[in-house]
């Protein structure tokens, strides 16, 4: 059983940054991708960032120039580096591998709480 442990989530005030850890119990590239969503109250858990296994990486459109996935393959971490944030950016933080073997089902982390005051 996989897990993977978030870390770096808090309060902090709109215009700051945080930088979130997901580290995974095996080596990341066992996965074909890794990634960041999002879950703020009320609202649909979303895609956030994500890092594939050959290392592209992809955000969405509202996070671009602002947030950036990364990864440390000798710790078996992903990064996701959060600047300029918004209090919009409020929410639970959650990561997610996705296996390369069909047959394993994606693993979430336990999420972490990411809170911008204005």
């Known amino acids: 059983q996989v897990q993977l442990v978030e870390s770096g989530g808090g309060l902090v005030q709109a215009g700051g940054s945080l930088r979130l850890s997901c580290a995974a119990s095996r080596s990341i590239f066992s996965f074909s991708v890794m990634g960041w969503y999002r879950q703020a109250p009320g609202k649909p858990r979303e895609l956030v960032a994500a890092?594939?296994?050959?290392?592209?990486?992809n955000s969405v459109d509202f996070v671009k120039g602002r947030f950036t996935i990364s990864r440390d393959s000798t710790k078996n971490t992903v990064y996701l580096q959060m600047n300029s944030l918004t209090p919009e950016d409020t929410a639970v933080y959650y990561c997610?591998?996705?296996?390369?073997?069909?047959?394993?089902?994606?693993?979430w982390g336990q999420g972490t709480q990411v809170t911008v005051s204005s």
């Open positions: 890092i594939t296994r050959s290392g592209s990486t």
């Open positions: 997610n591998a996705a296996p390369l073997l069909a047959s394993e089902f994606d693993y």
